[in-house]
């Protein structure tokens, strides 16, 4: 390749948002998941625009799932505060419905960030789309439970080339860690970017948060190892093992 | 009639001042054509690959007004200033064409550095025989000269500078700087050796890797078998360098827990500019400059992310030979600062391109790699050698 300009990448984050009726069934401390997981967005985005050098690459969208897919926050820069829309309520918990939504956003957001690096001294090289997929790991819809192979087509779309995105599936205690594997993309064979929060967190939704920022962190700061398709294990959770 | 006549005369004179302004034009674009051509050529000159390539030689001297005068082998003449403009006449002593100025760019804004000097010069040490610095909690820099100034077969002198510093990123997270580069002088051989390592910031121990890589690679270069030539030993290197880490920072199962990517140079000054090779494993990037012009060495570049080739995971090199030629400045640096370097538009290689014509201080080269960026976070590292124009160039 030629070196005529200097490259600045931009990356893509997609936070995927589970909220169906059982994310909004109180724990023991009578806070929900969906509460803690509705908390994590506005923290997200204040600590990752908070950082200068992160929020000139980092690009967000919101997508909130349960009946239907439902767009909260178009691929937004951090460089500008990003509104938020609040969801709507679902009681179903579409994963067809929602990676195929996300599926059909990628390459539209891709132009979007292309386009507004456009005309600078330097080129624009948008990154794997990097995909947290929050959820209790139940794929419901239409009266019954969701096979995988319904909404593996979707996923496989993101995850395959050219968008060859890398997926982390995020659960509390108690999620399926089979779909959340299912999920995740990983080391072929190996460990996977599927993790659950560990049993006895009780402040779990804001560890979740936290965590999450620090993956998104480290997967635009740090360099990682030719080939390495991992997510370190965040703090407060563990990784779902085959 | 008379009106008529003075008509016709006004006519005239128009026409012939229209003629001598056409011929003008036409000899001026043609200068600016053979301008092009030449600086087209004298580029070419600079980075001839491969051994072997003839250098031509002339005279250069310089004067006590820091003017700089060369002569070369068709009788051409060129002469520098000390601000760096160039003048250059033919063998009859005709002006030729000027070469132009590279177009000023504001500095990056905040105040400029000025030397804090209460009495007499600061002089140019003579750099270490073996210096390895890091960026972990701090950073760190080296500088001095080398070369063989004396004796039957004197060569250009080498001017280095080198700073690792740890990135905005590491120091927002509280983490170590991972960057770590280094330098020796070969004395038995007359060569240089320049090395840069960035640890890979997903893996805790990559520091230490980076460290230990810089340490073996200099060693191995200095202890090398004398019938075993630089550039056709990158792999069994690189090999020999892997194998010292997972010896010596691998548990039991041999993993190490941290990686980071290579890149040395030997630089062999000549008489009359140096010959370089160039082995690297992953993003650090080497670089020529030369008349303003940025030319890639080294690179990797190219990927949809922030993966990189690395040790010991990769132990085969890719490597590049150069013919440099005097006052030109060979690069070594992690991707957090050859990362915002192109061959032509990006504002540090412009901004860099004006302000190393001359070679700066120590300070100033500081200054010059910890430019302000929001967007270049990550720890930042640059060795550079300015091959001097002959052994007295101090």
Redesign the interface.
């Given at each position: 390749?030629?070196?005529?300009?200097?490259?600045?990448?931009s990356y893509p984050i997609y936070i995927l948002l589970d909220v169906s009726a059982s994310m909004r069934r109180a724990g023991p401390g009578g806070r929900s998941p969906h509460d803690g997981f509705q908390q994590l967005i506005p923290d997200l985005i204040m600590t990752l625009a908070d950082?200068?050098?992160?929020?000139?690459?980092a690009w967000i969208s919101v997508i909130a799932f349960g009946d239907h897919a439902e767009l909260l926050c178009p691929m937004t820069s951090l460089t500008r505060p990003p509104h938020v829309r609040s969801p709507h309520s679902g009681r179903h918990t579409d994963y067809a419905a929602a990676l195929g939504f996300l599926a059909d956003r990628v390459g539209p957001d891709r132009e979007t960030i292309e386009a507004a690096g456009a005309g600078q001294?330097?080129r624009t090289?948008?990154?794997?789309p990097l995909i947290f997929f929050i959820t209790d790991g139940a794929p419901y819809a239409h009266g019954r439970y969701q096979a995988p192979e319904e909404w593996r087509p979707a996923r496989d779309r993101l995850v395959a080339a050219p968008v060859?995105a890398r997926i982390a599936a995020i659960g509390l205690e108690g999620a399926h860690g089979g779909t959340l594997r299912a999920l995740a993309t990983g080391r072929p064979g190996g460990e996977r970017n599927a993790f659950l929060a560990d049993p006895g967190d009780q402040a779990a939704g804001d560890s979740l948060a936290a965590s999450v920022i620090t993956m998104i962190?480290?997967?635009?700061?740090?360099?990682?190892?030719?080939?390495?398709l991992i997510i370190?294990e965040p703090h407060g959770m563990r990784r779902v093992h085959g | 009639m008379a009106e008529s006549q003075l008509i016709l005369g006004l006519f005239l004179v128009m026409a012939g001042v229209l003629a001598l302004a056409v011929v003008a034009l036409r000899r001026r674009a043609i200068l600016s054509q053979e301008s092009q051509d030449r600086q087209a050529a004298l580029l070419r000159s600079v980075l001839r690959r491969g051994p072997g390539a003839p250098t031509r030689r002339g005279r250069r001297e310089k004067d006590a007004g820091g003017r700089r005068r060369e002569k070369d082998a068709d009788g051409r003449r060129r002469e520098t200033d000390a601000d760096g403009r160039r003048r250059e006449t033919d063998a009859g002593g005709q002006p030729r064409t000027a070469v132009a100025e590279q177009p000023a760019r504001p500095a990056a804004p905040g105040p400029a550095v000025h030397r804090l000097v209460l009495d007499g010069q600061e002089r140019e040490p003579r750099l270490p025989a073996q210096v390895v610095a890091g960026s972990a909690r701090h950073g760190s820099f080296f500088h001095g000269w080398c070369g063989t100034t004396s004796g039957p077969h004197p060569t250009a002198r080498l001017n280095v500078r080198g700073v690792t510093l740890r990135g905005v990123g590491h120091a927002e997270q509280d983490l170590e700087g991972q960057d770590v580069i280094g330098a020796a002088w070969d004395d038995r051989r007359g060569v240089l050796y320049v090395a840069v390592a960035d640890g890979v910031g997903s893996l805790p121990r990559s520091g230490r890797v980076a460290q230990e890589a810089i340490t073996a690679v200099l060693h191995l270069c200095l202890t090398r078998p004398d019938d075993i030539a630089f550039d056709a030993t990158g792999a069994r290197l690189f090999e020999a360098v892997a194998a010292g880490l997972v010896r010596s920072l691998g548990g039991d199962d041999a993993r190490i827990d941290g990686a980071s990517t290579l890149i040395v140079a030997e630089i062999a000054p000549r008489f009359d500019g140096a010959y370089v090779t160039v082995h690297g494993v992953g993003d650090s990037e080497a670089w020529a400059l030369y008349a303003g012009a940025w030319i890639p060495l080294h690179h990797e570049r190219g990927g949809g992310d922030n993966a990189t080739r690395e040790l010991p995971g990769h132990v085969r090199p890719h490597t590049q030979r150069y013919d440099l030629s005097p006052g030109a400045v060979l690069v070594l640096g992690s991707d957090g600062f050859t990362g915002a370097l192109d061959e032509s538009v990006s504002p540090l290689s412009r901004g860099l391109a004006r302000l190393w014509r001359r070679r700066p201080t120590w300070l100033e080269f500081l200054n010059h790699v910890s430019f302000v960026d929001d967007y270049w976070s990550d720890d930042r590292s640059a060795v550079a050698v300015w091959i001097g124009e002959g052994p007295a160039d101090a």
């Amino acid at each position: 390749m030629t070196l005529t300009l200097s490259e600045r990448k931009s990356y893509p984050i997609y936070i995927l948002l589970d909220v169906s009726a059982s994310m909004r069934r109180a724990g023991p401390g009578g806070r929900s998941p969906h509460d803690g997981f509705q908390q994590l967005i506005p923290d997200l985005i204040m600590t990752l625009a908070d950082s200068r050098s992160l929020a000139k690459a980092a690009w967000i969208s919101v997508i909130a799932f349960g009946d239907h897919a439902e767009l909260l926050c178009p691929m937004t820069s951090l460089t500008r505060p990003p509104h938020v829309r609040s969801p709507h309520s679902g009681r179903h918990t579409d994963y067809a419905a929602a990676l195929g939504f996300l599926a059909d956003r990628v390459g539209p957001d891709r132009e979007t960030i292309e386009a507004a690096g456009a005309g600078q001294d330097y080129r624009t090289r948008v990154a794997r789309p990097l995909i947290f997929f929050i959820t209790d790991g139940a794929p419901y819809a239409h009266g019954r439970y969701q096979a995988p192979e319904e909404w593996r087509p979707a996923r496989d779309r993101l995850v395959a080339a050219p968008v060859e995105a890398r997926i982390a599936a995020i659960g509390l205690e108690g999620a399926h860690g089979g779909t959340l594997r299912a999920l995740a993309t990983g080391r072929p064979g190996g460990e996977r970017n599927a993790f659950l929060a560990d049993p006895g967190d009780q402040a779990a939704g804001d560890s979740l948060a936290a965590s999450v920022i620090t993956m998104i962190e480290r997967s635009i700061r740090l360099s990682v190892r030719a080939g390495e398709l991992i997510i370190d294990e965040p703090h407060g959770m563990r990784r779902v093992h085959g | 009639m008379a009106e008529s006549q003075l008509i016709l005369g006004l006519f005239l004179v128009m026409a012939g001042v229209l003629a001598l302004a056409v011929v003008a034009l036409r000899r001026r674009a043609i200068l600016s054509q053979e301008s092009q051509d030449r600086q087209a050529a004298l580029l070419r000159s600079v980075l001839r690959r491969g051994p072997g390539a003839p250098t031509r030689r002339g005279r250069r001297e310089k004067d006590a007004g820091g003017r700089r005068r060369e002569k070369d082998a068709d009788g051409r003449r060129r002469e520098t200033d000390a601000d760096g403009r160039r003048r250059e006449t033919d063998a009859g002593g005709q002006p030729r064409t000027a070469v132009a100025e590279q177009p000023a760019r504001p500095a990056a804004p905040g105040p400029a550095v000025h030397r804090l000097v209460l009495d007499g010069q600061e002089r140019e040490p003579r750099l270490p025989a073996q210096v390895v610095a890091g960026s972990a909690r701090h950073g760190s820099f080296f500088h001095g000269w080398c070369g063989t100034t004396s004796g039957p077969h004197p060569t250009a002198r080498l001017n280095v500078r080198g700073v690792t510093l740890r990135g905005v990123g590491h120091a927002e997270q509280d983490l170590e700087g991972q960057d770590v580069i280094g330098a020796a002088w070969d004395d038995r051989r007359g060569v240089l050796y320049v090395a840069v390592a960035d640890g890979v910031g997903s893996l805790p121990r990559s520091g230490r890797v980076a460290q230990e890589a810089i340490t073996a690679v200099l060693h191995l270069c200095l202890t090398r078998p004398d019938d075993i030539a630089f550039d056709a030993t990158g792999a069994r290197l690189f090999e020999a360098v892997a194998a010292g880490l997972v010896r010596s920072l691998g548990g039991d199962d041999a993993r190490i827990d941290g990686a980071s990517t290579l890149i040395v140079a030997e630089i062999a000054p000549r008489f009359d500019g140096a010959y370089v090779t160039v082995h690297g494993v992953g993003d650090s990037e080497a670089w020529a400059l030369y008349a303003g012009a940025w030319i890639p060495l080294h690179h990797e570049r190219g990927g949809g992310d922030n993966a990189t080739r690395e040790l010991p995971g990769h132990v085969r090199p890719h490597t590049q030979r150069y013919d440099l030629s005097p006052g030109a400045v060979l690069v070594l640096g992690s991707d957090g600062f050859t990362g915002a370097l192109d061959e032509s538009v990006s504002p540090l290689s412009r901004g860099l391109a004006r302000l190393w014509r001359r070679r700066p201080t120590w300070l100033e080269f500081l200054n010059h790699v910890s430019f302000v960026d929001d967007y270049w976070s990550d720890d930042r590292s640059a060795v550079a050698v300015w091959i001097g124009e002959g052994p007295a160039d101090a």
